[in-house]
């Protein structure tokens, strides 16, 4: 077996074999960074989001070109809602609720515009895409067991929001026993401060649930090899 990839990371170096690795998309959905989806009918100014795109758009080229794994997620429900707890439903005072008609189609809802990904980091054919109802990608997915059947255990974690669905699917991830890279400029949030602290969160007491690096150490590590 080939010595494995070094990336400089807090709170120390990560390795990782490619062959065995696969980069994770978390949620890159319009409904999450662009107006008149569910980030918005939260209250929230999504625009803040957008500039994980260029650099996680840099990262997804590179991964590809290594022959990498590389999976994303929606978070979603059915239109019927049936996957969707009255408890998500009803929560807080959203200007529109998950399934409400909006600008970009019905908020959240499988199918419609606003719940697919940006044009910018549109799934390649064959790259898969998890569908999911919750803030974690492990949960009511089948994630772990396409991960095991591909022999994936590592994973590079991207996409929105770093404090909810980023941070979600890597306590998931971690307690499944996969070690998680967060790439952190291909994360984003809505609040300055839960950007800063959900990372540190992540490589604190000596990497709780992972490890965080900016995407640069990872784009050499991938070049190194090449
Ligand atoms: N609201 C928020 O910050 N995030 C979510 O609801 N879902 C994801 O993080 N994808």
Redesign the pocket.
């Known amino acids: 077996m080939s010595d494995p990839l070094l990336v400089e990371a807090e709170p120390y170096a990560y390795a990782f074999d490619p062959r065995h690795t696969a980069l994770l998309l978390?949620?890159m959905q319009r409904d999450?960074v662009e107006p008149g989806g569910?980030?918005e009918t939260?209250g929230?100014d999504v625009t803040l989001l957008r500039q994980v795109i260029p650099p996680l758009a840099a990262v997804l080229a590179a991964t590809r070109a290594a022959g990498m794994t590389v999976i994303h997620t929606r978070?979603g429900h059915l239109p019927d809602l049936s996957d969707c707890p009255p408890a998500k439903l009803g929560r807080g005072a959203p200007s529109l609720r998950i399934g409400d008609p909006g600008p970009k189609g019905r908020i959240l809802i499988r199918g419609e515009y606003g719940h697919d990904i940006i044009d910018e980091l549109a799934p390649a054919d064959g790259e898969l895409v998890v569908d999911k109802p919750g803030?974690g990608a492990f949960y009511a997915t089948g994630l772990d067991e396409v991960l095991h059947e591909g022999g994936i255990r590592s994973l590079v974690v991207t996409?929105?929001?770093t404090?909810?669905?980023?941070h979600t699917t890597v306590r998931e991830a971690n307690d499944r026993g996969y070690e998680c890279l967060v790439l952190s400029d291909c994360v984003g949030?809505?609040f300055a401060e839960f950007q800063r602290y959900g990372l540190e969160m992540i490589a604190a007491q000596g990497g709780i649930f992972g490890w965080v690096a900016p995407s640069g150490g990872y784009l050499k590590a991938l070049e190194a090899r090449s």
Request: proline share 0%.
């Open positions: 978390i949620d999450f569910f980030g939260l929230n978070e803030k996409g929105v929001t404090e909810v669905c980023v949030s809505y």
